[in-house]
């Protein structure tokens, strides 16, 4: 029988540090000096294996973004904003290119709503031996209220939320980077942290690869709706159109 679940080793789980909440907790990736497992460096940025592999069938590694444990995507500077996602994307590309997983994950956690753990900026690359993300992604997803698009890039509200409510998605061919595809995703987090209609402190950023395209989908996270808890019914809000023009007015009629 193929398998279609994530096993985690709880084992593993309960000795990982969290700081996200518990603030007394020393941060693990500001002792540079203590990190091991080290794959890639670019100045602050660090590739490393994940010292606490918890899930099974898979090979773990993070990506720490910066050398600032306060700083955080939606402030960094454009030249560091774009190291990093170049940086980040090259790398998840080589593991998918070697060919050893059947589908690599590339995503961002921030927020105590985040499912994260550590509060110091950072993302997780993840081999994944047997199972393919991909079987569970379609362009559909992607599609939605083009807010701005230019150099390849779009910014785009989605219609058909994968969850439900607001999701923002930014794509870009797998050709080349652009920066604009960077600038839209800073964006659609710093106007989830600073401008959202719901007060909202956490948020996350999943990278998919299909057909030649790269997207990355910004989910504000709030406590799940039980109806997709339940019954995986996505819902729709009614107020998108403002919410796009809210994003064009903010960021791109200046």
């Known amino acids: 029988m193929e398998n279609k679940h994530l096993h985690f080793n709880t084992s593993i789980g309960v000795k990982k540090p969290e700081s996200i909440r518990n603030k007394a907790q020393a941060c693990p990736f500001c002792d540079r000096d203590q990190l091991t497992g080290l794959i890639a460096v670019d100045g602050p940025i660090i590739l490393l294996k994940n010292k606490y592999p918890v899930l099974e069938n898979a090979y773990q590694t993070v990506l720490i973004e910066t050398d600032d444990c306060h700083a955080e995507l939606s402030t960094y500077s454009k030249e560091h904003l774009h190291r990093l996602i170049r ?3 090259k790398h998840w590309l080589e593991m998918e290119e070697t060919k050893e997983y059947r589908s690599v994950i ?4 921030h927020g105590p709503l985040s499912g994260g753990t550590i509060a110091h900026p950072h993302m997780q690359i993840i081999g994944l031996h047997d199972l393919d993300y991909k079987e569970k992604a379609s362009h559909e997803m992607f599609q939605g209220i083009v807010i701005d ?4 890039s779009r910014l785009i509200l989605s219609t058909k939320p994968r969850v439900g409510f607001y999701e923002f998605n930014i794509e870009m061919p797998d050709s080349s980077y652009q920066e604009r595809f960077s600038e839209y995703l800073q964006i659609a987090v710093h106007y989830i942290l600073n401008y959202f209609p719901f007060k909202a402190n956490s948020y996350n950023v999943f990278f998919h690869h299909l057909d030649g395209k790269i997207y990355a989908k ?4 709030f406590v799940t709706t039980p109806l997709y808890i339940g019954y995986g019914l996505p819902q729709v809000p009614n107020n998108l159109e403002w919410m796009a023009e809210e994003l064009k007015r903010i960021y791109f009629c200046k």
């Open 87 to 89: 940086f980040g994307i």
């Open 149 to 152: 698009e230019g150099e390849g």
């Open 106 to 109: 590339f995503f961002k956690n």
């Open 218 to 221: 910004v989910v504000p996270r």
